[in-house]
């Protein structure tokens, strides 16, 4: 593959230059964090890379109201922090040790994952059922919600995403992370989170998503209705996975139909869900 | 072209680079033939060469983006003629068929070692879970990094 | 006399690879790994249209972009029809290629070639070519190939070799041994099956290569990454025009090549551009491209038929085959051969036997050699078939088998009348273990406990599956192996061999052979193979011929040795230049162990004094001789393979929890590299059974060029795999040896079909088993 169009490679050192650069860049500029997808598939029109990973963004820090990571951490840096190993016993690092290979992990940034949103993405999901929030600057520092930053793709306009923060595991606090695929190195033909709240025994606070349906990853919102508020029995599981296959919105692409892909909501959510439960089952 | 600095197998060397430049590219163009090139788009693992520390896909890293950094390749595990541990494991287990994807694979258990020196079958899965390999069916693999890590924790006795 | 099995030396060792060293350190030993200065880059302008007419082609822009050095197309290269497979000559592959032809046949046939500088002046050369195409009807698959008035998919007349041109059928095979009709009438139970193979690929992990450069004397050195360096050089001698002795083929060090590397797709166009230019010249395929332009499996639709008495018996056994063999017919006669002749012997005991078929022409991508070469595609039915039978007959599938299966001392009417591609040669079973392989993995993997028990956990249901093979070592009276030995003055030789070693290991177990027959350790094995100057002649690495072929080469070379060392040393023993006294040495009661040469009452000379006496002081010669192997059998390996799976119901999802095989291969040269060449072989076949597929678009292209959505399996797939080499001895076989390579592929779709089967009670038909297909199959079954 040539990659040779690219005739500038920058390093800024902080933000406010990046951001500079980028302006100055216009179409033809794009930031790199790891670099892997950008290697990957590099767009016809892009001359000048804006290599994020000299400015220090990429420590993984615990304070009250979370876990802070920094956008150039690598998936392995994640994977293998300590901090992120607490949040939801250990559900962040099922998830990554699920993504790519460890070659690619070692390369691959947190916020070049985020900011490249592949529809099968497996942190994505993940981070929406955790309610993650990233914060990025364009001059100035905002933070939102995950779901509001792929509410439309205008937020990564003009901006650099600096960090995520995923908030502090409480207790009564559970998710899972259900990923199918072709091989055991691959992407998902389907992924699946779910994150719950139970407060006595009941799910207090509910959230669902699929993602590679194949589209980016989505709340499933009747399913999370269907269980709020219930206990996680065996039934309920049943029902919630049903409205979940009825209600996720899939297509066909060449991997697979869209109606194999209900399928693969129903069996992936009663998977998390059936996985939760036992954890709750363990913690009585 | 951008001027970089790299240590290659523990010796420091000046390069000038392309910026769309991938470190496969110029570390095959400077003569470190054993990083193969399978796919170019990181899929194969073929190319796994040790970059500060960690393995990598180096047809999908940019090349200024290791500036400063260490590489280690397949070259840089022999010393003085002696094979290193990987190396002897994975010839004496027959883990070597056409020995295209071996040099990728012994990056990924010199990372793998290197944090975990006592990896469980699982554990050498997943972590050579990218370096993909035709010939043998991984059999051999699997039981060559054991052995590695047998062979690694002998000499540090 | 051969020496005894228990005697062996150094075969039966896992000694180690000869040239492992190198790999496991990184050297520069493949094709792409040498550096010559003033190197052209190739980029290969590829046809976006599956069937067109090139009405016209201007490349003068690109010629003029500075660093083009020459722009190849079918206007300034030679017109000659041959074919890219790498097959003994005649080929018995139609002569319907041209290296750039003025129609395209595929979504990526070749339209022209740029040299350049770099690879990126080459490809934005590419660009610069103005071809203008018209589109002509395509024919997308078998069914449409088959039509009536279907479009032709090779109309020119200068073709030759193909069966039918106008109704695009490649090749046509019927052949007949008793009287099938009848067998039926007579049978009690018959089954029927068809099912369907797809486009998969051989993914070796480095792609095709070739460096092509003028040596000294202007000779042209084609340093190339293939299985068959002899045929490359007959081949692009003929198609360039230009005689064998100008064109010097080097193999280096092969990154896999599984068939696709048995074909010449870039060499002649190296070669070419060499000549023109007078510079080295670099082609490397790209993955995208290796999916694209290289070759593929043949895709078939295979019927199989069988009748059966009461008692399990096989009375009648019928099977047609329809073998898709894309845009050009390499290899389409001789796979879909054995498709049959690779599994109907197998079951012997059917006394009336019908095979046939045809290959037939399709604009989609062009299938060539991939181990297994169509017996995969042959057992597929044929032992789903028999899983049937057993159902029916209400008889254990390993116990139908074990009524059916042929046997040492026994031989099929099949043998006789199919070969590869044409008659075939008679031949009598001498070794068989295919019953102890089936005791041993039905045992292993616990068959009798859990066939039909449908274990159930949760949403998954286990289930066992089994099927038993055969397939061959070389091609009878086709297939030559040569081999040199000469003898240097430490007691040393060079082995020159023309076999191929493609990662397979061939150059250490054929270094053995040669160093258990001259009584050295293997270090005493100088061993260089493959290049078209320095070695003897050998067809290549195909049809699992080398252990058997070239073997026999070497043990015959190391044999003629031999006696010359003896010849010498009975001389040097008697003489009293060893000896204080006259010794009436008898010859015949000499042995070479241990790098000397020793009488019965413990005279010994060394090897390294035995060649200083012939090289530097009396009677002077070299040591040294060549020897073919041409053989006149091909003894079948034999294989049980067992596996357990479970499935689970809700997703179709399917794990393998265990696979077993067994297996017969005569003697075992390297235990290590035969159960490498089981394990990857298995591997590869899962691979094919479950996720492998080339997915075209309904305009013929694929729509998966790459490793990322063509999934083959990596290590965190790989079930538990439990190999066995069960003790075997081939009388014809060099120290008792067979095949091993190929057989291995054919066992998984089959075993996993009859696992599934056994587990939800679907019989899948069409590969790769996908969960959504599964799933889908069980759904069917249940609605």
């Not at chain 1, 390369?107 to 955790?130: C, E, R």
């Not at chain 3, 032709?152 to 039918?164: L, Q």
């Not at chain 3, 074990?402 to 040669?425: C, M, Q």
């Not at chain 3, 596996?643 to 040269?669: M, P």
């Amino acid at each position: 593959m040539s990659r040779r169009q690219v005739t500038n490679y920058l390093r800024p050192s902080s933000p406010e230059e990046a951001l500079t650069l980028l302006r100055n860049g216009g179409n033809s500029a794009r930031y790199v964090g790891g670099g892997a997808d950008v290697a990957r598939t590099l767009p016809g029109d892009v001359t000048t890379l804006i290599d994020l990973c000299a400015i220090n963004l990429s420590s993984i820090e615990e304070g009250a109201d979370g876990i802070v990571i920094g956008a150039t951490a690598t998936l392995n840096e994640v994977l293998e922090s300590e901090s992120v190993a607490r949040v939801c016993d250990g559900v962040i690092v099922d998830m990554m040790r699920k993504v790519g290979s460890p070659l690619l992990r070692n390369i691959a940034t947190v916020g070049g994952t985020l900011a490249s949103a592949h529809s099968w993405s497996d942190v994505i999901p993940l981070f929406l059922v955790l309610d993650a929030q990233v914060t990025l600057y364009n001059g100035e520092y905002r933070t939102l919600s995950i779901a509001d930053l792929y509410a439309s793709r205008r937020e990564f306009v003009d901006s650099i995403l600096t960090s995520v923060r995923i908030p502090a595991s409480a207790a009564g606090d559970y998710a899972a992370f259900h990923k199918f695929s072709r091989t055991g190195y691959d992407i998902a033909l389907l992924n699946c989170a779910c994150y719950v709240h139970v407060v006595d025994g009941r799910c207090a606070q509910v959230r669902i998503a699929a993602g590679g349906t194949p589209r980016l990853a989505a709340r499933l919102s009747q399913a999370e209705d269907t269980l709020s508020q219930a206990m996680l029995d065996n039934d309920t599981i049943e029902r919630v996975a049903r409205v979940a296959q009825d209600t996720a919105q899939t297509a066909d692409d060449k991997r697979a139909s869209g109606e194999y892909r209900k399928q693969l909501v129903y069996a992936g959510v009663k998977r998390c869900l059936r996985e939760i439960a036992q954890k709750l089952e363990g913690g009585r | 072209m951008i001027d970089i600095t790299l240590t290659i197998n523990g010796e420091k060397r000046r390069f000038s680079v392309g910026a769309g430049e991938t470190l496969l590219e110029l570390l095959r163009r400077e003569g470190y033939k054993s990083v193969k090139k399978g796919c170019e788009s990181g899929d194969c693992g073929a190319c796994t060469v040790v970059l500060n520390g960690r393995a990598v896909t180096s047809c999908i890293v940019f090349a200024a983006k290791a500036d400063g950094g260490t590489v280690l390749t397949a070259e840089g595990l022999e010393s003085g003629g002696v094979l290193h541990p990987i190396q002897k494991a994975f010839l004496e287990e027959g883990a070597v068929q056409c020995g295209y994807c071996t040099p990728g694979m012994e990056m990924a258990t010199y990372d793998l070692l290197s944090h975990n020196p006592d990896p469980s079958a699982i554990e050498i899965k997943e972590a050579l879970s990218g370096n993909l390999c035709r010939c043998t069916g991984y059999v051999k693999q699997v039981k060559a990094v054991k052995t590695a890590a047998k062979k690694i924790a002998g000499e540090a006795k | 006399m051969d020496k005894q099995k228990t005697d062996f030396a150094t075969v039966g060792k896992s000694e180690l690879k000869v040239d492992g060293r190198g790999l496991v350190t990184g050297k520069p030993m493949f094709t792409a790994d040498i550096d010559l200065p003033g190197t052209l880059h190739v980029k290969i302008l590829r046809s976006p249209h599956a069937h067109a007419r090139i009405v016209s082609i201007d490349t003068s822009a690109a010629e003029a972009m500075p660093g083009v050095a020459l722009v190849l197309t079918h206007k300034n290269t030679p017109s000659t029809r041959y074919t890219t497979a790498g097959q003994g000559y005649p080929e018995p592959s139609p002569y319907d290629t041209r290296m750039f032809d003025t129609v395209v046949r595929f979504v990526g046939d070749r339209v022209a070639a740029v040299a350049a500088d770099n690879p990126e002046i080459a490809g934005a050369a590419l660009k610069a070519i103005v071809v203008t195409y018209e589109k002509l009807p395509a024919v997308l698959s078998i069914d449409e190939s088959q039509a009536e008035n279907a479009p032709v998919v090779h109309d020119e007349d200068d073709s030759t070799g193909i069966y039918d041109a106008k109704r695009n059928i490649v090749a046509n095979i019927d052949i007949l041994a008793g009287d099938v009709e009848r067998g039926f009438a007579e049978s009690d139970v018959i089954v029927e099956t068809t099912c369907e193979t797809q486009y998969a690929q051989h993914t070796p992990i480095e792609p095709h290569v070739v460096l092509s450069y003028l040596a000294p004397d202007d000779r042209l050195v084609l340093r190339t990454s293939t299985q068959v360096p002899f045929h490359v050089r007959r081949i692009v001698a003929y198609a360039l025009g230009i005689p064998v002795r100008q064109i010097r083929v080097i193999k280096p060090r092969v990154g896999g090549g599984f068939g696709t590397k048995q074909e010449i797709l870039l060499e002649g166009i190296a070669g070419l551009i060499t000549l023109r230019t007078r510079r080295p010249t670099l082609i490397e395929l790209t993955r995208e491209e290796e999916f694209v332009s290289s070759r593929t499996r043949h895709p078939m639709r295979v019927r199989v038929k069988l009748g059966a008495k009461k008692d399990g018996m096989l009375n009648a056994l019928e099977m047609e085959g329809i073998s898709n063999t894309g845009a050009y017919g390499s290899h389409g006669l001789t796979v879909l051969s054995n498709t049959g002749s690779k599994t109907l012997p197998l079951y012997n005991k059917a006394q009336n036997v019908h095979f046939y078929g045809k290959a037939v022409y399709t604009n989609l991508p062009v299938p060539g050699a991939y181990r297994g070469y169509g017996a995969t595609q042959g057992y597929f039915p044929l032992e789903t078939a028999m899983d049937e039978l057993a159902e029916k007959l209400n008889i254990d599938p390993v116990d139908l088998r074990r009524i059916n299966h042929i046997r040492a001392g026994e031989t099929s009417p099949i043998f006789v009348k199919l070969g590869e591609g044409r008659e075939g040669v008679e031949q009598i079973i001498d070794s068989c273990e295919l019953e102890k392989c089936i005791d041993i993995a039905a045992q292993r993997s616990g068959w009798a406990e859990k066939h039909g028990k449908k274990t159930r956990d949760g949403s998954w249901v286990h289930g066992v599956g089994m099927s038993v093979h055969m397939q061959g070592s070389g091609i009878p009276e086709i297939d030559m192996g040569a081999a040199t030995i000469k003898m240097n003055e430490d007691g040393s030789f060079n082995l020159l061999i023309g076999a191929t070693d493609l990662g397979t290991g061939s150059d250490t177990i054929l270094g053995q052979i040669a160093a258990e027959v001259l009584g050295v350790p293997l270090d005493k094995i100088i061993v260089y193979s493959s290049d078209t100057d320095m070695t003897p002649f050998d067809v290549g690495a195909y049809a699992s011929s080398t252990t058997y072929v070239s073997g026999t080469a070497v043990k015959r070379a190391a044999e003629k040795v031999r006696e010359q060392i003896i010849d010498v040393a009975s001389e040097m023993l008697a003489s009293g230049m060893l000896a204080s006294r006259m010794l009436q040495v008898d010859r015949s009661r000499l042995i070479i162990t241990d790098k000397q040469v020793r009488t019965p009452d413990g005279k010994s000379v060394t090897l390294a004094k035995v060649c200083q006496q012939a090289m530097y002081i009396k009677d002077q010669f070299q040591i040294g001789a060549t020897a073919s192997g041409l053989m006149h059998q091909s003894p079948p390996p034999f294989m049980a393979s067992f596996a357990e799976i479970a499935v689970d119901t809700e997703t179709g999802e399917l794990k393998i929890l265990n696979y077993v095989v067994a297996a017969d291969c005569g003697t075992v040269i390297n235990p290590k590299m035969a159960e490498g060449q089981v394990e990857g072989a298995i591997a590869n076949g899962i691979g094919y059974a479950l996720t492998e597929e080339m997915q075209l678009s309904p305009t013929g292209g694929v729509r998966n060029p790459n490793l990322f959505d063509y999934k083959i399996l990596g290590m965190l797939d790989m079930p538990p795999l439990d190999v066995v080499l069960v003790d075997s001895y081939e009388p014809t076989g060099p120290l008792g040896a067979k095949s091993i390579a190929e057989i291995g592929i054919n066992a998984p779709i089959p075993t996993l079909a009859n696992a599934i089967y056994d587990a939800i009670g679907v019989r899948l038909t069409k590969t790769p088993f996908t969960p959504e297909k599964i799933l889908a199959a069980l759904q069917a079954k249940n609605t």
